[in-house]
């Protein structure tokens, strides 16, 4: 079924995520059911951090799959397929390319554009279900001052957005992209490793409360990150290392 046949939208909500968490605890979902708001109040990243959002600027949704057929070993491919359509998105109203950070961030011009987070339900070996967040800033021009690094789909283009006609590119950019991590995810990840930030790159980050460097090569099949360090090609899984 096309992604957001079914869409539960809410003029405000504290969050998306939580609740298409609280919809597939008490109910079956559609796969493609989309959760959206014009205006999400209590939006959140990881740990908890927060996702800053003005009512009626930006794209703020949640979509739930239900990718069965998905090894648990691979579901870092529903990161590289959230992404990926994200650039995609971005790059036909821009006009530009942008470059995805590992694990699950979109950056142009060096800036954020957009953050993703994703929450995988699993049962046995399987995935029985998958939330993915997306915060997309679109016609949004400034951010609190602790955002010092973000960006929007207007600012990047300079010419007039329609909210609804992104939410609909990028519903269908993502449709796409959960066809070829089925049909074809080695392209995906080969994709992804095209656009990798700071690829080849000297960064800092941290792992185990070390601060570390290395430089970025790229992903591997299992959705890891390569950094070379002193000769050696060590791999990071998602969580394992923070940036600086
Ligand atoms: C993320 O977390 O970037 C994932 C954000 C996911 C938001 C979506 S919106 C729909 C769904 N419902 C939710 O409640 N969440 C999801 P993280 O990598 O932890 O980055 C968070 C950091 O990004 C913050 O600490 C800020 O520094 C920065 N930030 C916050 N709002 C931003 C914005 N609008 N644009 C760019 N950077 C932002």
Known sequence: MPFGDTTYFFDALPSTNDYASELIA???VTEGTIIDTAHQ????GQKSRVWYSSANENITLS???TPHWLPIESQFLLN???SLAIVDTVAEKTGRHGQVKWPNDVYINGKKISGILIKNQLQGSRIQSSIIG???NVLQNEWPEEVTKATSIVRESGHEISLDETKSLLLSNLEDLYDEIKTDPNNVIERYNQLLLFKDELVQFVY?????NGIIKSIDRYGRLLIEQSGDLNAFGYGEITFH
């Open 26 to 28: 008490q109910q079956e």
């Open 41 to 44: 109040t209590q939006g959140h």
């Open 63 to 65: 979509l739930i799959l």
């Open 80 to 82: 590289l397929m959230a």
């Open 134 to 136: 997306i915060g997309l």
């Open 208 to 212: 185990q409360n070390n601060s570390q």
